[in-house]
């Protein structure tokens, strides 16, 4: 059973990480967020979760305004062959959140360590970033290097590369 909002807010609390979130209707999109822009404060991001030729996975985290380039972006993370979407099912079965949710916070169901967490290093440059907290109707902010800490404490050592083309 994948960690519920509460149970991401209890172990990053149990980790003496502060966040701070607001409430929201569902939104699905990057466009349809533009009008949370005012009211959330740092890094704005998209969250895509990928996979490579050998089934390997990835989560980027990167700005939501980034460009980037699929065909080229399996070079920059050591990926295998051209990345693609993985699946829903997978997005469920092992990151524990529904397509439109994929966040860095998933990271506290995958317990395996089969996911790669990359992070654009024009996102974390921020200082705070913002992603869903395993649904898309919030937006938590939290510090840069406490996404680090909460990353490696589910066993999840992000990389931080510079991903986007603009």
Same mark, same amino acid.
Request: proline share 3%.
């Given at each position: 059973?994948?960690?519920?909002?509460?149970?991401?807010?209890?172990?990053? @609390?149990? *980790?003496?990480? =502060?966040?701070?979130?607001?409430?929201?209707?569902?939104?699905?999109?990057?466009?349809?967020? !533009?009008?949370?822009?005012?009211?959330?404060? &740092? &890094?704005?991001?998209?969250?895509?979760?990928?996979? @490579?030729?050998?089934?390997?996975?990835?989560?980027?985290?990167?700005? @939501?305004?980034?460009?980037? @380039?699929?065909?080229? *972006?399996?070079?920059?993370?050591?990926? !295998?062959? =051209?990345?693609?979407?993985?699946?829903?099912? !997978? #997005?469920?079965?092992?990151? &524990?959140?529904?397509?439109?949710?994929?966040?860095?916070?998933?990271?506290?169901?995958?317990?395996?360590?089969?996911?790669?967490?990359? #992070?654009?290093?024009?996102?974390?440059?921020?200082?705070?970033?913002?992603?869903?907290?395993?649904?898309?109707?919030?937006?938590?902010?939290?510090?840069?290097?406490?996404?680090?800490?909460?990353?490696?404490?589910? &066993?999840?050592?992000?990389?931080?590369?510079?991903?986007?083309?603009?």
């Amino acid at each position: 059973m994948p960690a519920t909002r509460e149970e991401l807010m209890a172990y990053l @609390d149990a *980790l003496g990480i =502060r966040t701070s979130t607001i409430e929201h209707p569902a939104v699905f999109t990057v466009a349809e967020s !533009q009008s949370l822009r005012a009211s959330i404060v &740092g &890094g704005k991001s998209k969250n895509l979760f990928l996979k @490579d030729k050998k089934g390997r996975l990835f989560l980027l985290s990167a700005e @939501d305004e980034a460009v980037l @380039d699929l065909k080229r *972006l399996h070079e920059k993370l050591g990926a !295998q062959g =051209r990345l693609s979407f993985a699946s829903a099912g !997978q #997005l469920l079965e092992i990151w &524990g959140v529904e397509p439109d949710s994929a966040t860095p916070f998933g990271a506290i169901n995958d317990r395996e360590g089969r996911v790669t967490v990359v #992070l654009d290093a024009k996102l974390i440059a921020h200082g705070v970033v913002n992603f869903h907290p395993l649904t898309n109707t919030a937006t938590t902010a939290i510090a840069s290097e406490d996404l680090l800490r909460f990353l490696s404490a589910t &066993g999840h050592e992000a990389l931080t590369v510079a991903v986007s083309e603009s």
